[in-house]
């Protein structure tokens, strides 16, 4: 039988759309499942702050009655506004290795940016730089991480026979760790913090870094705003990942630099890493899920780090040799030996440079991909 196109609504069909993406996978040793409160709170307006300026669609794609694929359409007003550019995204795409389930999810998705008047659409991309991006093009035997995305290769080969071409790639290290900080990451950091006047913050417990919280997402927004498609994060969506992530962070694994005003420059997040323990609970927090997460915290010989922020006036100063050099020591305090970079724009040159002072290996590299339109739909 032919593919049938359904639009998700109502919370039951959400929860359809949801489970898909944890039934495809089931049992696959390198996907690492999203947490499902999470991913069903993502498309709750009254959860998410980005429906203050997103419209959003997403489908469900039928054979026989049974759902082979899903996708979802984002349009972005605010991305709009600050690139000048009337692209839509698309995310949250899974499928069965089908072409016409692919094609029919794409031709669905793309119809509705042409009737919306988009010139292009883009992705897989969800509502923020901190969300899952990118299809997965190499690594797909390399163990995920929390937050990441997985793919298999056959979602590429679909894509790029619907019209795509790539728009940016993004690359992800595996870094192991020296028994001892380099030497030559030591004296810098210790040289840039005495020339600039800078210190690290110490704190006991992740409330203590509630005072500061607003002041990192302050300096993301900054730090980031040259990045390819950032979009700066509202002060409700500041809030939202303000309480959303605030409880998982363990403050040694979250190194914050400070001026001699006691204002922050830069930061690090590393998390000892959740893939095994989210593994264990498929992505559920209750009834036991969350025990596995708290012990993933001990014991753990693997970290991920989610991403650094310098404020702009302090870049090229070295500050990121300052916090290398913090999580390095914590990790040898840890015990960690193998750290995963997440990703990383390719031509962020200056990211991947730090890199050259320990054991790194490429392994994983996601992509982005665009599809422009011979014709944009009405308001074009």
């Avoid at 049974?66 to 506004?81: H, L, P």
């Avoid at 690359?171 to 800078?198: F, G, S, W």
């Avoid at 409700?236 to 001026?259: C, M, R, S, T």
């Avoid at 014991?299 to 100063?317: F, G, S, W």
Wanted: net charge positive; charged share 25%.
């Amino acid at each position: 039988m032919s593919v049938s196109i359904q639009e998700v609504r109502g919370k039951h069909k959400l929860s359809k759309f949801v489970d898909f993406h944890y039934k495809l996978y089931r049992g696959n040793p390198f996907w690492v499942p999203p947490l499902r409160v999470n991913e069903i709170n993502t498309f709750l307006p009254e959860k998410n702050p980005a429906f203050e300026f997103c419209s959003v669609k997403q489908w469900l794609a039928y054979r026989d009655g049974k759902i082979v694929g899903r996708v979802a359409g984002i349009i972005d007003q605010r991305y709009i506004d600050r690139w000048n550019d009337r692209i839509a995204k698309f995310g949250w795409i899974d499928f069965i290795d089908d072409p016409e389930v692919a094609s029919s999810l794409f031709a669905t998705v793309e119809g509705w940016a042409r009737e919306n008047g988009m010139s292009a659409i883009q992705g897989p991309m969800q509502f923020t730089d901190f969300d899952a991006t990118g299809f997965l093009v190499e690594g797909y035997d390399e163990l995920s991480t929390f937050g990441a995305g997985y793919n298999l290769p056959y979602y590429v080969t679909h894509t790029e026979g619907n019209g795509y071409v790539k728009v940016a790639d993004y690359v992800e290290y595996q870094v192991r760790l020296h028994d001892a900080v380099p030497e030559r990451v030591k004296r810098l950091a210790e040289t840039i913090a005495q020339r600039n006047h800078l210190h690290v913050l110490r704190v006991r417990k992740a409330k203590d870094l509630l005072p500061y919280a607003h002041q990192l997402f302050g300096i993301i927004n900054r730090a980031y705003e040259h990045l390819y498609g950032f979009v700066p994060l509202t002060p409700a969506q500041i809030d939202h990942y303000i309480k959303q992530y605030l409880g998982f962070i363990e403050p040694p694994y979250v190194p914050v630099v400070l001026d001699n005003s006691d204002r922050v420059v830069g930061f690090g997040i590393t998390m000892p890493s959740l893939s095994n323990a989210l593994q264990r609970n498929h992505g559920r927090l209750f009834p036991f899920g969350f025990i596995s997460l708290l012990k993933s915290r001990r014991n753990n010989r693997k970290a991920d780090l989610y991403l650094t922020a310098v404020c702009p006036e302090m870049q090229n100063k070295g500050v990121n040799a300052i916090l290398i050099h913090e999580i390095n020591k914590v990790f040898l305090q840890k015990k960690i030996e193998v750290v995963e970079t997440n990703r990383e724009l390719e031509s962020n040159t200056k990211i991947r440079a730090q890199w050259r002072f320990y054991d790194a290996r490429l392994h994983k590299r996601r992509r982005v991909f665009k599809k422009s339109f011979n014709g944009a739909g009405v308001g074009s």
